[in-house]
Structures are given as structure tokens and as C-alpha cells.
């Protein structure tokens, strides 16, 4: 996995990593934050992970542990 991460202003974690060699964007709680259920975002044919990183960040900053793989094609 290799991930580049950014800190948002609430001090959730955002990261752009891989998932079985498909690029995908990863939501992390703040320590600060309560955690809650893991949330798993998978687009249709006309999109690709990207499209998800607002509510990657939304999810995060909520307590969740966010995942958004590319899938394009598959």
C-alpha cells in the first residue's frame, strides 16, 4: 500500500493509496474523533474514485473509516 496523505482543517486524514493495485482514496477519523462503522463508496461506469473525495472527507470528519477504490471497467 502506499498512501499520500493530507491533513484537513478538522485533522481528519484523507490519503490517496492503492487497494490490490488499484489506486484509491482512504478517509481516516481524527484520534479526537468517536469511531463509528467503516464506509465503503464504489462508483458506476462513468466515474472513477475521485468523484467520492468530498464525501471521503465528510465521512471522516464524522467518525467513519472511508474507502473509495477504482474500479473503472471492472
Given amino acids: 500500500m502506499t498512501d499520500t496523505r493530507t491533513e484537513t482543517p478538522r485533522s481528519d486524514v484523507v ?3 492503492t487497494i490490490a493495485g488499484f489506486p484509491a482514496l482512504r478517509g481516516e477519523p481524527a484520534l479526537s474523533t468517536p469511531r463509528r462503522r467503516t464506509v465503503a463508496l464504489l462508483h458506476g461506469a462513468f466515474a472513477d474514485h475521485l468523484s467520492f473525495g468530498r464525501w471521503v472527507e465528510r465521512l ?3 467518525g467513519h473509516e472511508t474507502w473509495a477504490p477504482a474500479r473503472r471497467g471492472r
Fill in 60 to 62: 471522516a470528519a464524522a
Fill in 15 to 17: 490519503c490517496a493509496t
